[in-house]
């Protein structure tokens, strides 16, 4: 759902504040506006050099417009409301109605030029992450370029020089727009289309974002202790799966613009770093891996061949970051019998619950959630709740799915005698391990509330 928001808006919206820009408003290009988190797959490109477009993962790319030549994009920096799942929306900072923005892409050698308009309460400015260019394109503010006030547009212009992966992103106020969503992709295409050539490109970005249960905007200070990690500013099981067709040769792209580092695992497949920040990696220097991890700012480009048909999950290896929020200051129950303890507790604490003791924490876990929550996890698969949340999603392998279809082919049907099943045979004796038999009368008991105080 991109609708257009033409320049006659965008004049009417600079010439009613008061501000026109220097370039003139009726040579802007239109800024087109996504409205929707869903992926919306790239048709090809109307014009300029052929390339075989990538897919954002709950996003879009920008259309564009060639003037002389030069192919010209229009970004808004503007408050966005992005729904993080459905159940829960965000007060964010993105571009053109979402965060992350929509991704560029170019062709390595295009002449570009990005119109970057401000519609937020503080100066911006982007810079280019990994790109070659003139030193007063990079967008450092104060060190590259003055920043660009509220309600003023400024332009950007380079030839897009090295093919690749790179990001964009502010360099004002960094640490608060970042915090608050203000991030998008950008693909340099080889020239030769034919170079690099896969499949299935898929495109996303790695955040985090800390808002607490029942409200809607980040806390910008938190620099570690964050409760929402996402993929293109969504949670499990709100990523769109990535959906391929069985022998495809498949490329993830990803960048990392949180504060940690975060190991992606695939399941089933093993896969390759074929492109890192720095360009592609000859075929030698490659090696098999199945989880790759991306350290904080920087990019990586993956690719594995879809053989084996099937749901498999994709997921961070940080447990946390595959769960969302208030999965923090719960204590571990694991092998601590609670049901009279709870009883008693209830009379000095009545809204304390008992979490937890065979282990499934949150699979036990009724709890009231106050307005604008997720669950820590959740996700309901053919077998049954699924139990994740955060930074994970599922690559569908099919044989037959149409060459350039990403539409959801439901859950996987898998043969008959290929799903693991209950033992229904008999069973010898089982013996405890030394020191564990009677844990649950010996365990140290030491409860906390949810909210962590402490009662001994
Ligand atoms: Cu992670």
């Excluded at 003055?146 to 950007?156: D, E, S």
């Excluded at 970005?205 to 964050?226: C, E, H, Q, R």
């Amino acid at each position: 759902m991109v609708s257009r928001r033409g320049f006659l808006t965008g004049a009417a919206t600079l010439v009613g504040t008061g501000v026109v820009s220097r370039v003139g408003a009726a040579s802007l290009p239109e800024a087109p506006l996504a409205s929707s988190a869903a992926t919306q797959v790239p048709a090809s490109p109307p014009n300029g050099r052929p390339f075989h477009p990538v897919v954002t993962l709950n996003g879009w790319s920008l259309p564009w417009r060639v003037n002389n030549g030069v192919k010209e994009f229009h970004l808004v920096a503007e408050p966005v409301v992005r729904e993080i799942a459905p159940g829960m929306k965000a007060n964010l900072w993105g571009y053109n109605g979402q965060s992350p923005g929509p991704t560029i892409e170019v062709v390595e050698g295009d002449r570009v030029r990005i119109f970057v308009t401000n519609r937020l309460p503080e100066n911006t400015s982007i810079h280019w992450h990994g790109q070659r260019l003139p030193n007063g394109m990079d967008g450092v503010t104060g060190l590259n370029q003055p920043p660009v006030p509220p309600g003023k547009t400024f332009v950007y212009e380079f030839v897009a020089a090295r093919p690749g992966t790179f990001m964009y992103h502010p360099h004002a106020d960094e640490m608060v727009q970042m915090a608050m969503g203000m991030m998008g992709f950008w693909v340099t295409h080889p020239k030769d289309p034919s170079q690099h050539r896969v499949d299935r490109d898929f495109v996303f970005l790695l955040g985090a974002f800390d808002i607490d249960p029942g409200s809607y905007t980040p806390k910008v200070n938190t620099m570690t202790d964050f409760n929402l990690w996402t993929f293109n500013s969504r949670v499990f099981p709100a990523i769109d799966p990535m959906v391929c067709r069985q022998g495809d040769r498949v490329r993830i792209r990803v960048g990392n613009l949180t504060m940690t580092n975060h190991p992606l695992h695939i399941h089933g497949h093993e896969m390759e770093v074929t492109g890192t920040d720095g360009g592609w990696v000859p075929k030698s220097a490659r090696w098999p891996e199945v989880a790759v991890d991306i350290a904080v700012g920087q990019m990586r480009a993956v690719e594995f061949d879809a053989h084996t048909p099937g749901d498999w999950a994709f997921h961070c290896h940080k447990s946390h970051h595959a769960m969302n929020a208030m999965g923090h200051d719960i204590p571990t129950m694991i092998g601590v019998d609670q049901r009279k303890v709870t009883e008693k507790i209830n009379k000095l604490v009545p809204d304390y619950m008992a979490m937890g003791s065979t282990g499934g924490a949150m699979e036990g876990m009724q709890m009231a959630l106050p307005e604008n929550t997720l669950p820590m996890a959740s996700g309901e698969g053919p077998f049954g709740s699924i139990g994740m949340g955060g930074m994970v999603t599922t690559i569908k392998i099919r044989k037959g799915q149409g060459r350039n279809d990403y539409r959801d082919p439901g859950w996987y049907k898998h043969p008959p005698g290929t799903v693991a099943r209950e033992w229904t045979g008999t069973t010898p004796p089982t013996h405890h391990a030394p020191g564990t038999a009677n844990t649950q009368e010996k365990a140290d008991l030491r409860v906390r509330k949810p909210q962590g105080h402490d009662h001994h």
